[in-house]
Structures are given as C-alpha cells and as structure tokens.
C-alpha cells in the first residue's frame, strides 16, 4: 500500500499538507468539496477567490510511507510548515 503525504500550495505558501492513498482521488475529492464543505480549507478557497484548478499546486512531500510513517510525516511537515487550513496537528 502506497501512501503520500501531500501539500496544497497557493501563491508559493504551503496552505493545507494531508495523506492519502489515492492522491488523484484526492485531488478530485478537494475539487468537489470546495463549493460546499465547511472544512476551514474550503472556506479559505471561497475566500480567497480561488480558482482551484488553476490557481492550486498539489506537491507529493513523500511517498510509500506504511500508514504510521504517513501520520509521522504529516505531523512533521504541519509543524514546519504551519499551513493556514491545518487547525489541528494529528497526535
């Protein structure tokens, strides 16, 4: 099992840093949830005006993590980077 830890930069700051083990289903997921969800990442793009396919770059921090790797990873880089739409660091 292949799981990615992700970031979502826009205008070159790092916003919002994820996992999953789909990243193109996971892609396609934040796109449909942007108009409705309540999450803070979502309100954010409304926000801001957004354009999500256009003005969004997803970046793979690491790759072919076991699960508890992954947790770690994200942990990690929500800490360094401190991105505006994380409001909570997993323990």
Same mark, same amino acid.
């Given at each position: 099992? %292949?799981?990615?830890?992700?970031?979502?930069?826009? =205008?070159?700051?790092?916003? !919002? *840093?994820?996992?999953?083990?789909? /990243?193109?289903?996971?892609?396609?997921?934040?796109?449909? &949830?942007?108009?409705?969800?309540?999450?803070?990442? !979502?309100?954010?793009?409304?926000?801001? +005006? *957004? &354009?999500?396919? =256009?003005?969004? *770059?997803? +970046?793979? /921090?690491? %790759? &072919?993590? %076991?699960? /508890?790797?992954?947790?770690? +990873?994200?942990?990690?880089?929500?800490? /360094?980077?401190?991105?505006?739409?994380?409001?909570?660091?997993?323990?």
């Amino acid at each position: 099992m %292949t799981i990615y830890t992700y970031c979502i930069l826009y =205008k070159d700051r790092v916003i !919002y *840093v994820g996992k999953t083990m789909s /990243l193109k289903r996971r892609i396609n997921r934040h796109h449909h &949830n942007f108009k409705s969800c309540r999450f803070p990442l !979502y309100k954010y793009m409304r926000n801001e +005006s *957004v &354009n999500v396919k =256009k003005d969004f *770059v997803f +970046s793979i /921090l690491e %790759t &072919n993590q %076991t699960n /508890l790797e992954a947790h770690f +990873s994200e942990r990690y880089w929500i800490k /360094l980077y401190k991105p505006i739409c994380n409001k909570q660091i997993p323990k």
